[in-house]
């Protein structure tokens, strides 16, 4: 059964930092991409980034670029998503997903199977 799980949210300092993991099962990351959403109270959800799992290829949302890193370890079966300089505006439910097709976008329409999420909130 394929299933995603996200980890490494939680509360966090303005200029803080924190490292999201995605753990993957039941399929083999290699033949998918993945990706990281955001969704913030009150808002849509938003791409933030994504990884192609062959080639370690990477898209980023303009507005994150500098700040995030999105990485895996094939053999671990894991993605992670580094976020740096946090600030309170970063204060969302974080997703990961997989995209069979690995388009590389940020839409999240393209991605079929999802994690159940994990809360980073960013406040002084």
């Known amino acids: 059964q394929l299933q995603l799980v996200e980890s490494g949210g939680g509360l966090v300092q303005p200029g803080g930092s924190l490292r999201l993991s995605c753990d993957v099962s039941g399929f083999t990351l290699e033949h998918y991409a993945i990706g990281w959403f955001r969704q913030a109270p009150g808002k849509e959800r938003e791409g933030v980034s994504c990884i192609e799992n062959r080639d370690g290829s990477t898209n980023y949302a303009d507005s994150l670029k500098g700040r995030f890193t999105v990485s895996r370890d094939n053999a671990k079966k894991m993605v992670y998503l580094q976020m740096n300089s946090l600030n309170p505006e970063d204060t969302a439910v974080y997703y990961c997903?997989?995209?069979?097709?690995?388009?590389?976008?940020?839409?999240?329409?393209?991605?079929?199977?999802w994690g159940q999420g994990t809360k980073d909130t960013v406040t002084s």
């Open positions: 997903a997989a995209d069979p097709l690995a388009t590389m976008n940020l839409r999240d329409w393209d991605y079929e199977y």
